[in-house]
């Protein structure tokens, strides 16, 4: 079991910068890749940023590349989304997600059923 709580969201303005950081608890947190998608109203959920087990390795989408940046800490089992540059359309439900069955190598899992735990969610909104 993993347990995954998110921190760090709220109200920013557009061309700012936030933050968030999502702590694990439970298994070894140094033995499998994270993520982090997000969710805008009306929309469907979608990737934003993944690192690998040991943090070599890292990939996102071009909607957010060079504005977004994903980082890990396995000493202190957490994995952080430093967001600058921020735009309204950046604003949205941000969630981290543990995947657990990547323990090892360079692959980055980029999508939803790859993942197996998820954090609750925290709120990032952008105004004009």
């Known amino acids: 079991q993993v347990q995954l709580v998110e921190s760090g969201g709220g109200l920013v303005q557009a061309g700012g910068s936030l933050r968030l950081s999502c702590a694990a608890s439970?298994?070894?947190?140094?033995?499998?890749?994270m993520g982090w998608f997000r969710q805008a109203p009306g929309k469907e959920r979608e990737f934003v940023a993944a690192?690998?087990?040991?943090?070599?390795?890292?990939s996102a989408p071009d909607s957010v590349k060079g504005r977004f940046a994903i980082s890990r800490d396995n000493a202190k089992n957490t994995v952080y989304l430093q967001m600058n540059s921020l735009k309204p359309e950046d604003t949205a439900v941000y969630y981290c997600?543990?995947?657990?069955?990547?323990?090892?190598?360079?692959?980055?899992?980029?999508?939803?059923?790859?993942?197996?735990?998820w954090g609750q969610g925290t709120q990032v909104t952008v105004s004009s």
């Open positions: 439970g298994r070894t947190f140094s033995r499998y890749a």
């Open positions: 997600a543990a995947g657990t069955s990547y323990t090892s190598g360079y692959y980055v899992p980029i999508a939803e059923y790859e993942y197996d735990y």
């Open positions: 690192i690998n087990w040991s943090g070599g390795s890292t």
